[in-house]
């Protein structure tokens, strides 16, 4: 009540110069009170006004009155603070709805600043002392204050679980191991946290370590859309100024065609109106001879009419008609299927742009990571046949061209300039741009897994044909004795274990070509990072030997 009461009269308390609570509080002739600095500041500004008032009351005094603590406000503004500073600490230190409160505390609920394991209470810090200065209470375990003490009370006999049971993998009581979980494994709980915290640990790092690899990845992907950006911009700024310029050349092109064409016509018509002319004299002539030649044609005398005949009967020089000639539309109709032919070329050319545009945006897949697990992997499966036209002689293909197999007899294969000729070796029909991944199985000798351009030479000596010695194509070689890779004729040892099934990846646009060992898991072989000029084919090469076989097989 005293509490509610110093706040019903807190306003009594406070100096209205400063608007704080009274510091020092003396009390002026009046009888209102100030804090002496405050009162002393404001009496020294007015002391060139020949009098002193009272800032409230606003009375007067001619001589500066002397000052003198008010003892009793001073005591009731120190009450003031204190009773302040106590109601803060307690609203501070009272348990809200969202903490933990101290089981001990009745009435107003003080906050719990530790939870004991052995008690399976919270108390407060008053509360808790016990458990610092009582010996038997020292050896209990103090943790943060925690709402789930319960929890650890077994719900069937009223106890505290300390026992993990690993075989149902659940915490019990010391009861539980004599009944429900009699002849089960058995830990501490202690032990088991122990164990589960090594786990715990184990787990932390490999989900650090997959931040790292995926803020690795998102730092390449937004490097990549960077260079996206940068890269279509100038794409966009470039492509802009060259149809500019084409439109502007077309448009001074048309405007010189318009210039020509109205040239000719203004030539022609000038031409065929002064030959129009001439017909018109001459036929005005003619009409005025016609007329001679009537009157003569009735004149009685005859020697007056022979007299007359030779000069009415004489005409003028005729126009040539054959000067009204077609050739000016001929010339019209050439330029008009001249410009024609041009805007279809012209179509063709941008047509042609736009199309190679879309496949290479298409197969590029520029924001796509390269594949990390077997399942990545997968998502470019690719089932590989081979071509019988680019299948050597004795060579069989089975298995719906998947197959191919050595034989000793020659096969009536026809003519083909895409057959190989010396070397034991064949193509895929699948022409490969963009991401692909397929595997390939041998039986008996060793083989040679390749990528190869179409346009390899299908015979001559070994350079020009065989996979991996030359610039058109890359080899892995596989044998009993190990790996070897061969591109342009340079060899390059491969370590790794022996293998029946190759896996190879290709990202064309990216330029990269790897090889792996298939067993259980897929073990990186060798990996190339070049430029790809033409689209590529899969290959295989057999080793002689009857029997001998490889086999492409899509990825399961």
């Known amino acids: 009540m005293a509490q509610k009461r110093v706040q019903l009269h807190s306003e009594e308390f406070y100096c209205s110069i400063c608007l704080d609570l009274l510091k020092d509080p003396v009390m002026v002739p009046c009888g209102h009170s100030y804090c002496s600095n405050c009162i002393k500041s404001h009496w020294d500004k007015e002391k060139n006004k020949g009098f002193y008032s009272c800032p409230q009351c606003r009375e007067k005094f001619m001589q500066r009155p002397d000052l003198k603590k008010n003892i009793m406000l001073a005591k009731l503004v120190e ?30 609920k003080l906050k719990a600043v530790k939870s004991c394991l052995v008690c399976l209470a919270s108390y407060c810090e008053e509360h808790l002392q016990h ?36 075989t149902d993998q659940q915490c019990i009581c010391y009861i539980c191991t004599m009944e429900q979980h009699r002849g089960h494994e058995t830990v501490p709980a202690a032990a088991e946290r122990t164990q589960k915290h090594k786990e715990l640990e184990g787990g932390r790092l490999n989900i650090q370590r997959r931040i790292q690899e995926r803020e690795k990845n998102m730092k390449l992907l937004q490097q ?5 950006n940068v890269s279509a911009d100038e794409a966009v700024k470039n492509s802009e100024e060259s149809f500019t310029q084409m439109i502007r050349f077309i448009q001074k092109r048309s405007y010189e065609v318009k210039q020509q064409l109205r040239s000719q016509q203004q030539t022609a018509v000038s031409r065929l109106k002064e030959l129009q ?23 009685e005398d005859h020697t007056q009419f022979l007299l007359s005949y030779p000069s009415v009967s004489a005409l003028s020089e005729p126009t040539h008609c054959s000067r009204i000639q077609t050739a000016p539309l001929r010339y019209f109709e050439d330029v008009a ?3 024609s032919e041009s805007r279809n070329k012209l179509q063709d050319i941008l047509r042609e742009t736009g199309t190679n545009i879309s496949l290479r945006a298409a197969e590029e897949e520029l924001l796509l990571p390269q594949p990390q697990t077997r399942a ?16 050597h002689r004795q060579l069989l293909l089975s298995d719906e061209n998947r197959k191919v197999t050595v034989s000793r007899k020659s096969h009536s294969y026809p003519d083909h300039p895409d057959r190989f000729i010396e070397r034991f070796q064949a193509l895929s029909k ?5 991401r692909h991944y397929w595997e390939v199985e041998r039986r008996g000798e060793g083989f040679d897994v390749a990528v190869s351009y179409k346009n390899i030479s299908r015979g001559g000596s070994s350079s020009e044909c065989g996979f991996g010695f030359n610039d058109k194509s890359w080899a892995l070689e596989c044998d009993f004795d190990g790996f070897t890779f061969w591109h342009n004729s340079m060899e390059t040892p491969v370590s790794g274990p022996l293998c029946s099934r190759v896996g190879v990846y290709l990202d064309h646009g990216a330029g990269i070509l790897s090889f792996y060992r298939v067993s259980q898991t897929m073990t990186l072989l060798h990996i190339v990072q070049t430029t790809f000029t033409q689209p590529l084919h899969a290959g295989v090469n057999l080793y002689f030997g009857e029997g001998a076989s490889a086999k492409f097989i899509k990825p399961q």
């Open 376 to 391: 990545d992997f997968l998502q470019y499966s690719q089932q590989i046949t081979l071509d019988p036209n680019s299948a």
């Open 79 to 108: 009450d003031l603070k204190n009773t302040g500073l106590q109601a803060a600490a307690a609203d501070l230190c009272s348990a809200g709805p969202e903490d933990v409160s101290c089981d001990v505390c009745t009435g107003r």
């Open 224 to 228: 990549q859309m960077e260079a996206i």
């Open 131 to 166: 458990h610092y200065k009582a010996a038997p209470l020292k050896k209990h375990q103090l943790v943060e204050p925690s709402k789930k003490l319960q929890e650890q009370i077994c719900s069937r006999h009223d106890e505290v679980m300390k026992i993990f049971c690993r």
């Open 337 to 339: 299927a001249a410009v």
């Open 277 to 299: 002319k001439k017909l018109e004299q001459e036929i005005t002539e003619l009409k005025r001879k016609d007329v001679q030649l009537e009157q003569l044609a009735h004149t």
């Open 430 to 434: 699948e022409s490969l741009t963009g």
